[in-house]
């Protein structure tokens, strides 16, 4: 069968299967009240069903079954052992809480299994900042170390409503299209798989009677599959970069700006975290989509299709830039982006209205602080007049014989004989 009769097919029947089969998780997860409850973190208000991921996972199952034969390394087989180990692990977590420890070790587990097949070994960096050829214990660094961090940063933003759906569809929208381009018509069709299990989960997700979360068994089977297709990515043949419209020297940047939203947003809560002395996997609500939510007043659809909007208008550029650039350049320009982008949400993470208010409110604040500090001054100088004029009347007292007490004292004894 063609790619684009595959392609289609996969499409409705992991879009089909997800949709049809999201009604019944929910309706098990309500009868065995295995509900999501809202704290003081929570973007939601009520209790709500998790575990949607759970239609992730076997439409996966089901797709990679069916595109089996166009893996020339028999990818598949060492991507379904990483997808069950993180299924069971976001399905324990979801039910009764893990460590991070005990899920960051069950990730190292499923990454092994990905790092073992040398369709992803990454053999140069083509020239991304002069480096070329990299050594094989390299590679299981670089690749472990970015794969982690890929499956974590999505883990991450899954906050809100709609956020962690609409990034991945146009993160896996980008994969497909460069994949169909260079002929890997695998990982194509597995971004394809994915991309239509949550347009089908988004629905669900957004809707007020029927609303579901993917909850960690989504994401981190969602981040394991985007850190496999990033991996490949990098890892193409030089040869398969010149069907891109962008050089090739260019492709670790290129990959960067297509996870800006989760890897950005990752580096800014550690950073907040680690700043205010505490774990950077401590829970808060400190993420970019918050500040969205708290501080600009959006709704969790408007914050949704900002962030997703801004993930694809970035990859755009940055490829339009990739195509002409040296990577030097863009390195400059990523970095001036970051900065900028963390000057705004660290400083500026108020809408108009909050901030006039804010200065308005400092500024009463700042007044009644000079008011007290003034009465404080004024008291403490009378107080002292007063410390003053007593010492100088004792020493004139004392100067002429006589003590305060006994001044004291003689005008009491005349009081007295006024007053019998």
């Avoid at 962030?307 to 990739?322: A, D, E, R």
């Avoid at 409110?361 to 403490?380: A, T």
């Amino acid at each position: 069968m063609f790619f684009l009769e595959t392609a289609i097919s996969i499409f409705i029947g992991a879009f089909v299967l997800t949709y049809l089969t999201i009604p019944k998780i929910i309706s098990v997860v309500e009868f065995k009240r295995l509900m999501d409850d809202p704290n003081k973190r929570s973007s939601h208000k009520s209790r709500t069903p998790t575990l949607g991921g759970v239609a992730f996972f076997y439409t996966l199952i089901f797709a990679l079954f069916f595109i089996r034969g166009r893996d020339i390394f028999d990818e598949g087989f060492y991507i379904i052992p990483g997808l069950t180990i993180l299924f069971i692990v976001g399905l324990k977590d979801d039910l009764v809480v893990i460590s991070p420890g005990a899920k960051l070790i069950a990730q190292l587990f499923a990454v092994i299994f990905i790092l073992a097949n040398p369709s992803f070994t990454i053999h140069s960096l083509n020239g991304f900042l002069n480096i070329n050829e990299i050594p094989y214990y390299l590679y299981l660094i670089i690749g472990g170390f970015m794969m982690l961090t890929i499956i974590n940063s999505y883990n991450l933003i899954d906050g809100i409503d709609g956020l962690a759906s609409v990034v991945g569809i146009v993160i896996l929208v980008i994969y497909t299209t460069i994949f169909y381009l260079t002929e890997e018509y695998f990982f194509a069709l597995l971004s394809i798989t994915l991309n239509a299990s949550l347009m089908a989960f988004l629905g669900f997700n957004l809707s007020s009677d029927k609303k579901i979360f993917m909850g960690d068994t989504g994401s981190l089977i969602v981040g394991f599959i985007i850190s496999i297709l990033t991996l490949k990515f990098l890892a193409l043949r030089p040869t398969a970069y010149t069907e891109l419209p962008f050089l090739l020297e260019n492709a670790p940047l290129i990959a960067i700006s297509i996870l800006i939203v989760p890897l950005f947003d990752t580096a800014r809560v550690f950073a907040i975290r680690i700043a205010n002395k505490k774990g950077p996997f401590s829970p808060d609500r400190n993420h970019t989509h918050h500040v969205l939510i708290d501080y600009w007043g959006l709704t969790h659809k408007q914050a949704s299709f900002i962030i997703g909007c801004f993930n694809l208008l970035f990859v755009m550029l940055f490829i339009v830039l990739g195509s002409t650039a040296k990577n030097l350049g863009m390195v400059i320009m990523l970095v001036s982006v970051v900065i900028i982008l963390g000057y705004i949400f660290f400083k500026y993470n108020y809408n108009f209205a909050t901030l006039k208010q804010k200065i308005l409110l400092k500024r009463r604040v700042d007044k009644l602080k000079s008011r007290v500090e003034d009465s404080n001054i004024k008291r403490k100088k009378k107080s002292k007049k007063r410390i003053d004029d007593v010492n100088q009347e004792d020493i004139v007292n004392r100067a002429n014989g006589h003590s305060v007490s006994e001044t004291i004292e003689g005008e009491d004894e005349n009081l007295n004989r006024k007053n019998p």
